[in-house]
């Protein structure tokens, strides 16, 4: 039987309660922003799982990576370190099953979302915290491609209420 965004959005919550993470349900503060989320959890650090409005038929778990701006400054096109982890990052997240989208600030390159979905049909508790799993797994190695082409990437997460304002979805 079809579940409803309140449904999934009751799930969701209970899947995230069993892991004793301190999480923040975030569906007001998106609404005054957008129209274009249904609900939304912010969980731990970084991770953000949500319901598009325009999806009636999955939920989205997304990992943003924040890049302070010493680290912003290496992420151009014209560095070939660059260029070398924007393939190995398209690689693991291909092998991996899971995209992967550049957040930009005007012209600098301010994070990057690692995201997954887990479709309505199938939404339990083990296929969400193995789509969870996944996407931090994936994020965990993106960090250490960073981290292993450039000297001093600090990859540090912002744990701000600016993931609000630079949600992929938003």
Not at 38 to 66: E, L, P, T
Not at 72 to 91: G, R, T, W, Y
């Given at each position: 039987?079809?579940?409803?965004?309140?449904?999934?959005?009751?799930?969701?919550?209970?899947?995230?309660k069993?892991t004793?993470?301190?999480?923040?349900?975030?569906?007001?503060?998106?609404?005054?922003?957008?129209?274009?989320?249904?609900w939304q959890?912010h969980?731990?650090?970084?991770?953000?799982v949500?319901?598009?409005?325009?999806?009636?038929?999955r939920?989205?778990?997304n990992?943003?990576?924040?890049?302070?701006?010493?680290?912003?400054?290496?992420l151009?096109?014209?560095?070939?370190?660059?260029?070398?982890?924007?393939?190995?990052?398209?690689?693991?997240?291909t092998?991996?099953?899971?995209?992967h989208?550049?957040?930009?600030?005007?012209?600098?390159?301010?994070?990057?979302?690692?995201?997954?979905?887990?479709?309505?049909?199938?939404?339990?508790?083990?296929?969400?915290?193995?789509?969870w799993?996944?996407?931090?797994?994936?994020?965990?190695?993106?960090?250490?491609?960073?981290?292993?082409?450039?000297?001093?990437?600090?990859?540090?997460?912002?744990?701000?209420?600016a993931?609000?304002?630079?949600?992929?979805?938003?």
């Amino acid at each position: 039987m079809t579940k409803t965004s309140e449904e999934m959005k009751n799930l969701v919550e209970d899947f995230v309660k069993v892991t004793n993470i301190k999480y923040e349900d975030q569906t007001e503060k998106i609404r005054e922003k957008s129209k274009a989320i249904d609900w939304q959890f912010h969980v731990g650090a970084n991770v953000i799982v949500s319901k598009n409005a325009n999806r009636s038929d999955r939920i989205h778990i997304n990992v943003n990576m924040r890049f302070p701006p010493q680290d912003s400054k290496l992420l151009v096109m014209k560095n070939p370190s660059f260029s070398k982890a924007i393939m190995e990052i398209s690689e693991i997240c291909t092998t991996c099953n899971v995209g992967h989208q550049w957040i930009k600030d005007g012209e600098n390159i301010a994070g990057l979302a690692i995201f997954s979905h887990v479709d309505e049909a199938i939404l339990n508790r083990v296929t969400f915290h193995n789509t969870w799993d996944n996407v931090a797994r994936v994020s965990g190695h993106v960090q250490k491609i960073l981290r292993s082409n450039f000297s001093g990437f600090s990859a540090q997460n912002n744990t701000t209420d600016a993931t609000i304002d630079k949600s992929m979805y938003g």
